[in-house]
Nanobody, 119 residues
Framework: QVQLAESGGGLVQPGGSLRLSCASSGDISSINDMGWYRQAPGKQREFVARITVGGVTTYADSVKGRFTISRDNVKNTVSLQMLSLKPEDTAVYFC?????????????WGQGTQVTVSS
C-alpha cells in the first residue's frame, strides 16, 4: 500500500503561482507513474499531469505551458508548479500514484488540497 499527502494549496490571484507537493509513504518502492488530477465544484475529476519513473511527462491541454510536474525518486515526492493561474484552475487537486503488487497495478489517491484562484 502507498499513502499520499498533498500540501501547498491556497488562495491566489489570477496570474499568480502556486506549487503543490505530494509526499508518499508506505511501499514506495512499488510506485510507478505519479500524477495530479483536479475536481472543480459540480464537475468530474479530470487529469492534469502525469510523470513516469523515467521522467516522461504528459499534460492536459488546458495546463500546457503553465504547469510543470516533477518528481524526486529519492524523496518519493511529486510536485506541480503552477504559473499564470486562471479562475478556471480553481479546484481540489489530488495526487495519484500507481503502485505495483503481485496482483497487478493499483491507484492510490491523496486527500486533496484546495486551490482557489480569485481576485
Amino acid at each position: 500500500q502507498v499513502q499520499l499527502a498533498e500540501s501547498g494549496g491556497g488562495l491566489v490571484q489570477p496570474g499568480g503561482s502556486l506549487r503543490l507537493s505530494c509526499a508518499s509513504s508506505g511501499d514506495i518502492s512499488s510506485i510507478n507513474d505519479m500524477g495530479w488530477y483536479r475536481q472543480a465544484p459540480g464537475k468530474q475529476r479530470e487529469f492534469v499531469a502525469r510523470i513516469t519513473v523515467g521522467g516522461v511527462t504528459t499534460y492536459a491541454d488546458s495546463v500546457k505551458g503553465r504547469f510543470t510536474i516533477s518528481r524526486d525518486n529519492v524523496k518519493n515526492t511529486v510536485s506541480l508548479q503552477m504559473l499564470s493561474l486562471k479562475p478556471e484552475d480553481t479546484a481540489v487537486y489530488f495526487c495519484k500514484a500507481d503502485f505495483l503488487t503481485a496482483a497487478g497495478e493499483f491507484p492510490s489517491w491523496g486527500q486533496g488540497t484546495q486551490v482557489t484562484v480569485s481576485s
